[in-house]
């Protein structure tokens, strides 16, 4: 909308210049004076078409051909990480490509080679992307994933293309209203709405550069890791388990002997609360027996 309200105002500057210009221009009469005079002046649109810039190569909507972003990533298992590293960037480089990043997360140095991976950014040109697909594929020894995606972008190609034609035909219109301002005021007025449609014109401009190199160069994502046998053993191993499994065992007596102190601290005050009172009454229980046993014993007696 903000891009149709601008152009009825480049029309209505249009026309009110041309107005003016008709107005100042001397009349002469007769019918052989008026075929004599000098011609008007050229139509605003092809003045703007002379004055704009011929498009630069394929910014025409009839010149964009398919364009197709490819990507691809793959988790490749190899026997050895740097002989797989140097093998992967021997193919982008036969095809036609280059390394963009590469990314090492290792354990440690002695372990370099049989743990962490490794993640390569790759970019081989579009028309070569089956045949280094195919080549990265058989760097791998075991299992792994694969993700391939494709992004047709033919349609903001033609769209930005048509953006760009109009936007130079809108700058040629304004530039040709610059020629013609009378007024300061009206000068800044054109000059703030030119910078405007040159800004939206590097902004689109950058966008299609952009696309250009997305699909000249297709990008490829390999995060390689080592091949890990289903059964492997060493002393290390072996080591690591004996003192896992000891201090398991200081872990368990520890947890033993605190549970054991913690039932003791809560059943001896229970015992002396309830202990004192039974004793006596046991205590006195026996002395009545007692003394029963002794009368009962004088009677007889």
Known sequence: ?????????????????????????????????????????????????AASPPPAPG??????ARRIVKKASLELSVDDLGTAQAAATRIAEREGGFVASTTRDAVSEESRGTNGTVTLTLRVPADHFTAALEAFRRLGKGGGSEHVATEDVSEEFIDLDARIHNQRELEAQFLEILKRAAKVEDALNVQRELANVRTDIERMQGRRRFLEHETALSTFTLVLSPLRPLVSASFRDVSSAVARAASDSVNVGASILTGTIRVFGLLVPLA??????????????????QRRRLATADEVG
């Open 1 to 49: 909308m903000h891009t149709v309200a601008r152009k009825v105002a480049v029309s209505c500057w249009v026309l009110a210049l041309a107005l003016a210009g008709c107005a100042m221009r001397p009349k002469e009469g007769g019918v052989g004076a008026s075929a004599e005079a000098a011609p008007a002046p050229a139509p605003l649109a092809s003045a703007a078409q």
């Open 59 to 64: 910014e025409g909507p009839a010149a964009v």
């Open 272 to 289: 002396v609360r309830l202990g004192l009172p039974v004793g006596l009454v046991v205590r006195t229980l026996r002395t009545r027996a």
